[in-house]
Every structure is written in structure tokens, then in C-alpha cells.
């Protein structure tokens, strides 16, 4: 078996502030994902990646910026936290794509003051 | 019924009943995946059923898949209090490689 791991658990920041979240896999799995969850709603695909040093940009990458430079550690970056924003961010790999079993961190949630 | 931008939709029932979640879909998918998410933590698969099967089965619970009308069901027989949770189904839109589309999700509650 393995753990994705994610942290922080809790982010708070201010607006306008970078922040970055991380992730680690030990599953030895290629594709890694990162998805927002908001209150009441689906989850929305922010970035990929399929390898090592590899971007792929999901529906909802704008205001995201993403880094995969080891197979194991995939992170995330919140270019400009928006006054307000609430959401929790999961992270999730994969032995392949999407047509596979997706396993997923416990996430991290994120408040904006 | 879920999908895309949905809310989230919420079903509460006594324990012991069974309950069937629907999902329907716009675009040809390769698989259905259905996850299940408990409070606080991430989600976790429970079936995947692929676009050449009709249902899939794994203890309690059920899926079936209909690639004509482009549907999904989720069913849980025998429900227990521990199955409390928001269940998502998710699919590939035809590329097996890195985007998998979740729906809104149900809530499902499931009262002791």
C-alpha cells in the first residue's frame, strides 16, 4: 500500500498573498493531479501532470501555477490569494490516466482573510 | 441525478434501506468511477465500471452503466449509518490520460 500526504492540513493567508502547497506520493506513480473542492460542489481539475517536469493544465489553472520535479512530489501554488476564498485543495495520483483509480490526499483547506 | 455544475444533492434515509444514486453524462466516457467521501477526508474509490460493461458489483453495492442514454447508478443495499457521505461519479470524457471530471455529488445521510 501507500499515503498521499499533503501540507499543510490548514492554510491561512492574505490577500494577494503566494501560497504553496505540497504534496508527496509513495506509490511510485506517474500521474499526479491537483483538484479544488468548494463547499456543496464537484471537484474541478486545476493541474496534472503525467511525469516528472511534466504541466498539463486543467479547467480551472488560471491563478495556479504547478511544479512536478520529482516523481514523488507534485506541488501546487496559489499565485494571488483572493480575498475571502475558501476551498480545500486535494491531491490525487494515479498508476496511469484517468481511466484508472485515482488515490487521493486528505487535502488542505485553505481560508483567505 | 448528478453532474458538472450542479449543487450538491443531498438524500437522507433510515438504516437498513437501500438507496440508488444516478448520475448522467454529456460526453462518451471510457470508464465511470464512483467515489465515495467522508468528512474531512479525501475521496476514495468504491467501482470503476468500463464503457464495455453493463454492472459492475463489489459487496453491498452495485453499479450499472448505460452508454446509450450515457447514465450511471450507484446502489447501496442494506445501508448502515457508517455509509454516511458524499458520493461523486467521475469520467474520462474519452481520454484515459489525466482528466477525470467529477459531478457534483450526493450527500447522502444515512440516519441510525
Known amino acids: 500500500g501507500g499515503i498521499i500526504t499533503q501540507t499543510p492540513k490548514f492554510l491561512i493567508g492574505q490577500e494577494g498573498q503566494k501560497l504553496t502547497l505540497k504534496c508527496q506520493q509513495n506509490?511510485?506513480?506517474?500521474?499526479m493531479y491537483w483538484y479544488r473542492q468548494d463547499s456543496g460542489k464537484g471537484l474541478r481539475l486545476i493541474y496534472y501532470?503525467?511525469?516528472?517536469?511534466?504541466?498539463q493544465k486543467g479547467d480551472l489553472s488560471e491563478g495556479y501555477d504547478a511544479s512536478r520535479e520529482k516523481k514523488s512530489s507534485f506541488s501546487l501554488t496559489v499565485t494571488s490569494a483572493q480575498k475571502n476564498e475558501m476551498a480545500v485543495f486535494l491531491c490525487a495520483s494515479s498508476i496511469l490516466g484517468s481511466n484508472e483509480r485515482l488515490f487521493f490526499g486528505h487535502g488542505t483547506k485553505l481560508s483567505v482573510l | 441525478s448528478q453532474w458538472g455544475e450542479e449543487n450538491l444533492q443531498a438524500l437522507s434515509i433510515q438504516e437498513g434501506e437501500d438507496v440508488t444514486m444516478n448520475c448522467s453524462y454529456k460526453t462518451y466516457t471510457t470508464v465511470v468511477q464512483w467515489y465515495r467521501q467522508k468528512s474531512g477526508k479525501g475521496p476514495a474509490q468504491l467501482i470503476l465500471?468500463?464503457?464495455?460493461?453493463r454492472e459492475k458489483r463489489s459487496g453491498r453495492l452495485r453499479a450499472t452503466l448505460d452508454t446509450s442514454s450515457q447514465s450511471s447508478s450507484l446502489s447501496i443495499t442494506g445501508t448502515l449509518a457508517t455509509d454516511t457521505a458524499v458520493y461523486f461519479c467521475?469520467?474520462?470524457?474519452?481520454?484515459?490520460?489525466?482528466?477525470?471530471?467529477f459531478g457534483a455529488g450526493t450527500q447522502l445521510i444515512v440516519i441510525p
Open positions: 467521475a469520467t474520462d470524457r474519452g481520454s484515459a490520460l489525466g482528466r477525470l471530471h
Open positions: 465500471i468500463r464503457s464495455n460493461e
Open positions: 501532470s503525467i511525469t516528472e517536469n511534466d504541466l
Open positions: 506509490f511510485n506513480h506517474d500521474t
